[in-house]
């Protein structure tokens, strides 16, 4: 049966478009979507260079609203906002189970350039490997990791 999950968090520039991308290249059979309450004007371009560096092209992603999805249903919405820096959105519409999975919004780093893409690329890793986790315990539901995506199985 096919999932449908929606991932939200503020701006939908950064987070949730990384988590996003790599929902879907885990697995391709499954409807992932992304939105956030107060959109950004555009995806970050340092969100689409970190991702193309681990294989995935946000390229053509934009930000959505909320609202865009509010009449349809999800199997999981999961926010990705950092709660102890901002508020979360909250997702009213017909949803089977909530769920957060919090990092820092790598937006907001400062420093050198190469800081800056440190701090997104530390976050790029936090989310692949938390969406890995979130997979392989909600959706692939399998001990037999024969089962995972090639990219997949190698991550602890």
Known sequence: M???????????????????????????????????????????????????????????NYPKHIDQFINDSFDYVITVCDNAKESCPVFIGNVGKQLHIGFEDPAEAVGTEEEIFSVFRKVRDQIKRRFEKFYRENICRSEDTATLPENFRSVE
Do not use: W, Y
């Open 2 to 60: 096919k999932k449908k999950i929606l991932i939200l968090c503020t701006g939908n520039s950064c987070r949730s478009q990384m988590a996003e991308g790599f929902l879907k290249s885990f697995d391709p059979q499954l409807e992932v979507f992304s939105a956030g309450t107060n959109p950004s004007t555009r995806v970050h371009p340092k969100a689409i260079q970190v991702m193309k560096e681990a294989g995935i092209d946000l390229g053509r």
